[in-house]
């Protein structure tokens, strides 16, 4: 069965400092509620809206990282539907119906293994305030509370074409975008719903209905899974699809019907009168283009052919821009860029919350920096600690913050390099293994036993390669 997935990607642009039309922060988070408003944010009779050229600037660069092209100028429309979170009644957006004059249209991005996927538009717009539901949840609700402190916070609606069929795929496209966006400094993805999804979904030619009030990627997977379900059984059983609102239940894990699905022309656009079309002209993209930092797929092609990484672990290093800082200031003090990079991908990100991880904040609670894991690397590399030492220093480090040196000088974990110390160890096991000594003889894999033994005596920090070596002169002799 066939299916079509869109996705409409919301981003609050919070490094433009202020809002979208007036000079209000864009932090409302933790502020009393409606305490971060004004008269023009508020829709109050005889306020004008003013741009915020910073908040422009700052969409042009996600279109320009989505592959989008750009028009010589743009205009801003209202958006008419009547709901408790939009002071003024309608929604300061962009619309192309009468021409392009979206920030950026018709572009295309590249995800995962030659897949891609194409960009109807990016449009520049208010978000809405939020709606607080005393009991909880909005059929327990008895009554409903609007903090405007979000009105007129600027916000990036990216619209993809329905190129999806897979849901995995969304959450891989969606991993990537949050990526761009961290690269671009554009956003703090680490607020709650600084970057939030809404997800179109339809059924063999069916209609379409959008899920709503997703709170992670991670439920806009599941979310779609449940969606294709419920959607496929209804056409077995020759059940029409209705074009409608859905929400997503977290709790229960099911989407829920909120209204029947609004068409473009029921929300009646117009030109905002108080905002003339505004011309960007031909320098605004080149300007943008020498201001634009590194992005994702051209730091993991660095990192592959410069630094010699291979590409799945540059990949993970790329997906989050927090790590991928770590780990070049990581090599900024001991330059073992393969070392550091599998420290980090392998043994540092077992160390991460799972919701630290949802939420790209992936070192969180861990007293650990780029210093510490680039003097472990040196440790190892330079043959003072064995591996499996250095994992369980590593283990105590990001608990207590202290250098690995320091740690391994403490606790005598330095490697036992003496053969004389190392074949004292040795004798200790044969005595003590008799058994196993002689099975050894006869079978030379056994001898693997008697290394581990050997480890466990000397609490791994014997070489393995060295002790092996002497194990195996001894059965012989």
């Known amino acids: 069965m066939e299916y079509k997935i869109g996705l409409e990607i ?215 899974r449940y969606e294709m379900t419920r959607q496929k059984t209804m056409v077995s059983r020759d059940i029409e ?24 022309q029921d929300y009646r656009y117009f030109p905002e009168p108080d905002i003339p079309a505004v011309e960007l002209g031909k320098d605004f993209v080149q300007s943008l283009e020498k201001s634009m930092p590194e992005l994702p797929d051209a730091r993991k092609s660095r990192f592959v052919s410069k630094l010699g990484l291979t590409a799945h672990v540059a990949q993970v290093l790329i997906d989050n821009k927090e790590l991928a800082d770590f780990f070049e200031d990581a090599i900024k003090t001991y330059n073992s860029p393969k070392e550091i990079a599998n420290w980090i991908v392998t043994d540092l990100m077992g160390f991460a919350d799972e919701k630290a991880k949802e939420e790209h904040a992936m070192l969180a609670g861990l007293k650990v920096g780029p210093a510490h894991i680039a003097d472990l690397a040196k440790l190892v590399e330079e043959g003072a600690v064995n591996r499996a030492t250095a994992k369980q220093i590593l283990g105590q480090v990001v608990k207590s913050g202290e250098m690995p040196s320091a740690v391994a000088k403490s606790t005598q974990a330095s490697k036992i390099d003496d053969a004389g110390a190392l074949l004292q160890a040795i004798n200790a096991v044969f005595a003590a293994e008799a058994a196993a000594v002689a099975d050894a003889k006869k079978n030379p894999a056994a001898a693997n036993f008697l290394l581990g033994k050997v480890m466990q005596q000397t609490k791994g920090r014997a070489d393995p390669k060295a002790a092996l070596e002497l194990i195996r002169k001894k059965l012989e002799s």
């Open 241 to 264: 699809v209705k074009a409608e609102t859905r929400h997503w239940d977290d709790a229960r894990k099911v989407t829920k019907e909120s209204r029947s699905k609004e068409e473009e």
């Open 10 to 224: 919301h981003c609050q642009l919070t490094g433009a400092k202020s809002k979208l039309f007036c000079s209000c922060a864009c932090d409302y988070r933790g502020k009393d509620a409606n305490a971060n408003v004004c008269p023009t944010c508020t829709g109050l009779p005889g306020t004008l809206p003013l741009l915020n050229k910073k908040a422009v600037e700052l969409a042009g660069m996600i279109s320009l990282a989505l592959g989008c092209r750009i028009p010589e100028e743009i205009m801003f429309y209202r958006k008419n539907y009547f709901y408790p979170d939009l002071p003024k009644n309608f929604q300061l957006t962009q619309y192309n119906a009468y021409g392009v004059t979206s920030i950026g249209v018709d572009g295309s991005m590249q995800y995962g293994e030659e897949k891609s996927v194409r960009m109807r538009r990016v449009q520049l717009e208010e978000d809405p305030g939020r709606l607080v539901y005393e009991g909880g949840s909005m059929e327990k609700s008895v009554y409903t509370l609007v903090d405007y402190n979000r009105a007129g916070v600027p916000l990036v609606e990216v619209v993809t074409e329905p190129d999806f069929s897979d849901p995995k795929d969304v959450r891989e496209f969606l991993n990537k975008i949050t990526s761009i966006i961290e690269h671009l400094g554009i956003c703090d993805t680490r607020l709650e719903g600084s970057v939030r999804s809404d997800a179109n979904v339809s059924v063999a030619g069916g209609h379409r209905v959008e899920i709503k009030n997703v709170g992670s990627f991670s439920e806009v997977e599941k979310a779609l």
